[in-house]
């Protein structure tokens, strides 16, 4: 209604009403009192919130503004003298009764709710207020849209606990489903699962095709993935081509809930399997899968993922392509090696590592060259025997600092041992390990070595192992012919153990096998270890080899290795493995005699 309209309308009633000397007195006042109740009514029209007011009793809508009309979707007049519970969401109504039980004047309360309308899902911040207007109870309620503020919460949200690219649970999502999953089967006494899936090989795709095949391919295995799970579980994405499933409720006992998750492992393992079309080029993948079943225990979730991730790692370890539980004696194991390779690490930059060496005697006896073989010198445990951590070394690159510390050490020690005590022995062996001689560098490291402790080349021999041999034959031997032409000379250490044949005593440059000891042990009463030992012995005298026998520790096994033509010995009999200076006193006496 036009306020001139108005005007006019109330002009009529006062005409109506009586006498002119009333019409004359009140007329301009209530033409100011109506003039001004507009601008306030325009006033409240331009608030973009939602403003009400609502008669307590019978809870009709008394005032609104024009707000509340475009939100509501309905005119003023259907709305003013309506009940307002036709309108309003219930949680808005049942705060008004609480409200109105407290009765206390001015008290209010916020409420946010969604509205629907023709657009969609309005969030709405409701303020309810209780008041009284001349001794009579109303509530005013004010209204605000949030759904801005609401959806950027929501994409926030979105942004921190959810993985853009498969739209998955993100790492921190999931580790709080984990928390609640271990709650869940802490109170319900049934078992859970965790999954650690990772593709293998996925590296290689995203090098040699681009990273937009890779985020195609993570795309398609989380399809996969989750077309095999149930309702209750979650499938997160919580590292670059690291998937995990969280299973709740796998079972109420050990050996149904082993079964039920092998089988949902295995259907995943099988789905990732199959091929793949990314973006019109054809791809096949597979996944190593590592599983710990949760129960009741006290668990963390950190836990958790470790025993999850070592179990992955072991898949990995075994081939990959396959699914692998968790082993606590697997932990125990990987927890060993962990502190081993940081004491290993510190050992070495502390020079805790020695050098022993042990004789290499011929038939009469006379040591013709020693073996050089480290120990630790470890400052709690005492003397550590190589093979309690040459492993270690070995599978964590650690191999390479003490191998070439080991040859720095061993020639030094042979050319003082040269000078002071010369012609006392023919040569010195030393070890090389796989990892070491595998160096593109190898050879000229050797060499400096020797130029920088001033050593001939023919005091050296190396000893090789025959899995070196077999991995990389070709290149092993022009190795062995770069070092022999410089002077050093080969040994086959463990001779028997491995892949030993003919085929590469033929092939390859060598000098020497070494018999392993676990034959010489039992050589007397062991007729298949004697009959191995014979055919080595006759071997290397066919190739024109020198033979030497390990771990000769008695008379018997001297006698029998003599009588079939084994001249070169090493072994407790003749001497154990010794520190230097124990070597010179025998070098000595050698030469008082
Ligand atoms: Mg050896």
């Known amino acids: 209604m036009e306020p001139f309209d108005q005007e006019e309308d109330i002009r009529q009633k006062i005409i109506g009403l009586g006498e002119s000397s009333v019409r004359k007195s009140y007329y301009p006042q209530l033409q100011d009192r109506i003039l001004e109740l507009e601008r306030f009514h325009a006033l409240l029209d331009r608030s973009r919130e939602l403003i009400v007011l609502v008669e307590a009793k019978n809870r009709t809508i008394v005032d609104l503004n024009a707000t509340v009309c475009s939100i509501f979707e309905a005119s003023r007049e259907s709305l003013v003298g309506s009940d307002i519970s036709q309108w309003l969401p219930f949680e808005v109504m049942d705060k008004m009764r609480a409200l109105e039980n407290h009765r206390e004047k001015d008290a209010r309360s916020i409420i946010e709710t969604t509205m629907n309308n023709s657009e969609g899902n309005v969030f709405i911040e409701f303020v309810l207020e209780y008041v009284l207007f001349n001794h009579e109870p109303y509530f005013v309620i004010f209204g605000k849209d949030i759904s801005e503020r609401k959806w950027a919460e929501s994409k926030i949200h979105t942004l921190a606990f959810y993985d853009t690219l498969t739209h998955l649970p993100n790492r921190q999502l999931f580790h709080e489903r984990l928390m609640h999953a271990i709650v869940i089967t802490q109170r319900e006494h049934s078992y859970g699962a965790l999954l650690m899936i990772d593709l293998d090989n996925f590296k290689a795709l995203n090098d040699t095709k681009g990273h937009h095949l890779g985020d195609e391919l993570l795309k398609q295995v989380s399809d996969r993935i989750s077309s095999v799970l149930k309702e209750n579980d979650t499938l997160g994405r919580i590292g670059g081509d690291e998937f995990a499933v969280l299973m709740e409720n796998v079972g109420d006992d050990e050996p149904s809930a082993l079964l039920a998750t092998q089988n949902c492992a295995l259907r995943i393992k099988h789905l990732i399997n199959q091929p793949y079309m990314l973006l019109g080029y054809e791809h096949t993948c597979s996944s190593s899968i590592g599983i710990v079943l949760f129960h009741g225990e006290c668990h963390n979730k ?45 050992a070495i930059s502390k020079e805790e590592m020695t050098l022993f060496y042990q004789p290499q005697v011929n038939l009469e006896g006379k040591i013709i ?20 951590f040459i492993p270690v070394a070995e599978e964590t690159g650690l191999i390479i600092p003490l191998g070439n510390w080991i040859m720095h050490q061993a020639c030094t020690q042979m050319a003082a041992w040269m000078q002071q005590y010369p012609k006392s022995l023919k040569h010195l062996s030393i070890n090389v390990s796989v990892k070491q001689f595998q160096e593109s560098n190898f050879c000229d490291s050797v060499i400096d070595v020797l130029k920088q402790s001033n050593l001939l080349a023919s005091y050296v021999r190396l000893e090789l192992t025959e899995s070196l041999i077999v991995e990389n034959m070709r290149e092993t031997i022009s190795k062995i012919e770069a070092l022999r032409a410089v002077g050093l000379s080969f040994a086959l250490d463990d001779f028997g153990t491995g892949y030993s044949s003919l085929a590469y005593l033929k092939r390859l440059p060598l000098d020497e096998i070494k018999i392993d000891q676990s034959f010489v042990r039992d050589i007397y009463n062991d007729n298949n270890d004697a009959m191995i030992v014979k055919t080595i012995i006759e071997m290397a005298n066919n190739f024109d080899l020198d033979v030497i026998a390990e771990g000769v520790e008695n008379k018997e096994q001297f006698a029998f290795l003599e009588e079939n033509g084994c001249h070169l010995f090493q072994g407790y009999l003749f001497g154990k493995p010794m520190p230097a200076e124990e070597l010179e006193r025998l070098f000595l006496q050698y030469k008082a005699v």
């Open 369 to 388: 060259g020693v073996e050089a073989l480290v120990r630790w010198n470890h400052p709690q445990k005492g003397l550590i025997p190589p093979n309690a």
């Open 302 to 346: 950190e836990t958790l993922f470790k025993q999850a991730d070592i179990a992955m790692y072991q898949a990995k370890h075994l081939g990959r392509n396959r699914i692998c539980f968790y082993d606590p004696a697997m932990q125990a194991n990987i927890e060993h090696k962990m502190t081993m390779e940081a004491e290993l690490r510190r």
